[in-house]
């Protein structure tokens, strides 16, 4: 059952003509713009520190320093604060820069000026890339990593756990894992019934890990394949990962919001799995591809 957050009044969209929307325009005048309470969860992935010139005077990303760049991020999320419902969340994907050699901590700066303006951090999540870019360094392992951060409004937020179960795969028919076979007694046995019943070793989170029937619970590692997108000169986000994060954190009918919206995948996947959406870009180019996407759908 998802983790629903205790029933508190929460407010309805007011106004429709915010939702399932591409809008063009720079985040920080659009976000005081929207309704409060409208947004159910945002995923997204904001321009990374001096990766790439979007070519629009109002962009994140070409700041001077690593800090004025946090500072910029901070404000956009804080102005987003009062858009998400109390039982609201945010994941934030982000990679690292480096300069002349030496890494920044890009993501955990953000996430901690984030905390910092009343976001609740949940989880930092790593994203495996299998097929990420090689790179002719020899001096340190190449990066083939980003992060996802789970913030929340408040403590009392929705997570539907079951949604993004992943399979077992700690307990098998040779697993030396205590709670295993060799605590069951017979084969397709559960604690409860095996030799160790009542033994409060086996306790539920063991319970969950090898036996609920859906998976265990997610773990924090997730390698998800880069996606390939020829009319974007970034790399979008894979979908599977907008899925993991939807699923997760989005009831039914609910709306999810990218306010770094690119090539509308979040949206694209949200209306895929029949959620609202509402993207926000500062790029024409890119709203209008966006737009077309979501059109084809
Ligand atoms: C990394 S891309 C997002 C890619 C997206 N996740 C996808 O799958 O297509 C970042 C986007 O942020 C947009 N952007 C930069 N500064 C912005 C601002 N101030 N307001 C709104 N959008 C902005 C850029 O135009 C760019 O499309």
């Given at each position: 059952m998802p983790r629903k957050a205790t029933k508190k009044k929460q407010t309805k969209?007011?106004?429709?003509?915010?939702?399932?929307k591409i809008i063009c325009g720079d985040i920080l005048e659009v976000a005081p713009q929207l309704p409060q309470g409208l947004v159910d969860t945002i995923v997204t992935s904001p321009p990374?520190?001096?990766?790439?010139?979007?070519?629009?005077?109002?962009?994140?990303?070409?700041?001077?320093t690593p800090q004025a760049y946090t500072d910029s991020l901070a404000k956009v999320f804080q102005r987003l604060l009062p858009v998400v419902k109390e039982s609201g969340s945010l994941w934030l994907v982000l990679g690292d820069k480096y300069i002349q050699g030496e890494l920044q901590g890009m993501p955990w700066r953000v996430a901690l000026a984030l905390k910092d303006v009343g976001w609740h951090l949940r989880s930092d999540v790593i994203w495996h890339k299998p097929n990420a870019m090689p790179s002719s360094t020899k001096t340190r392992p190449t990066t083939d990593h980003e992060y996802v951060f789970f913030f929340t409004k408040t403590k009392d937020y929705y997570y539907d756990a079951d949604a993004i179960r992943e399979p077992h795969v700690?307990?098998?028919?040779?697993?030396?894992?205590?709670?295993?076979?060799?605590?069951?007694?017979?084969?397709?046995?559960t604690p409860e019934k095996?030799?160790?019943?009542?033994?409060?070793?086996?306790?539920d989170g063991r319970w969950d890990q090898a036996f609920h029937p859906k998976g265990r619970n997610k773990r924090t590692v997730w390698s998800i394949p880069l996606s390939k997108f020829r009319e974007a000169h970034f790399a979008v986000f894979p979908p599977r990962l907008v899925e993991t994060c939807i699923n997760a954190s989005?009831?039914?009918k609910g709306l999810v919001m990218d306010?770094?919206?690119?090539?509308?995948t979040t949206a694209l996947v949200a209306k895929q799995l029949e959620r609202h959406f509402l993207g926000v870009d500062c790029s024409n180019e890119y709203c209008t591809i966006a737009k077309r996407r979501l059109k084809s759908t």
């Amino acid at each position: 059952m998802p983790r629903k957050a205790t029933k508190k009044k929460q407010t309805k969209p007011k106004q429709k003509s915010y939702v399932d929307k591409i809008i063009c325009g720079d985040i920080l005048e659009v976000a005081p713009q929207l309704p409060q309470g409208l947004v159910d969860t945002i995923v997204t992935s904001p321009p990374y520190y001096r990766q790439r010139d979007y070519g629009d005077g109002r962009q994140i990303g070409i700041e001077k320093t690593p800090q004025a760049y946090t500072d910029s991020l901070a404000k956009v999320f804080q102005r987003l604060l009062p858009v998400v419902k109390e039982s609201g969340s945010l994941w934030l994907v982000l990679g690292d820069k480096y300069i002349q050699g030496e890494l920044q901590g890009m993501p955990w700066r953000v996430a901690l000026a984030l905390k910092d303006v009343g976001w609740h951090l949940r989880s930092d999540v790593i994203w495996h890339k299998p097929n990420a870019m090689p790179s002719s360094t020899k001096t340190r392992p190449t990066t083939d990593h980003e992060y996802v951060f789970f913030f929340t409004k408040t403590k009392d937020y929705y997570y539907d756990a079951d949604a993004i179960r992943e399979p077992h795969v700690t307990f098998s028919e040779k697993s030396q894992m205590r709670g295993g076979r060799k605590h069951l007694g017979k084969r397709g046995g559960t604690p409860e019934k095996g030799k160790n019943s009542g033994n409060s070793n086996l306790h539920d989170g063991r319970w969950d890990q090898a036996f609920h029937p859906k998976g265990r619970n997610k773990r924090t590692v997730w390698s998800i394949p880069l996606s390939k997108f020829r009319e974007a000169h970034f790399a979008v986000f894979p979908p599977r990962l907008v899925e993991t994060c939807i699923n997760a954190s989005c009831p039914e009918k609910g709306l999810v919001m990218d306010p770094f919206s690119g090539a509308g995948t979040t949206a694209l996947v949200a209306k895929q799995l029949e959620r609202h959406f509402l993207g926000v870009d500062c790029s024409n180019e890119y709203c209008t591809i966006a737009k077309r996407r979501l059109k084809s759908t």
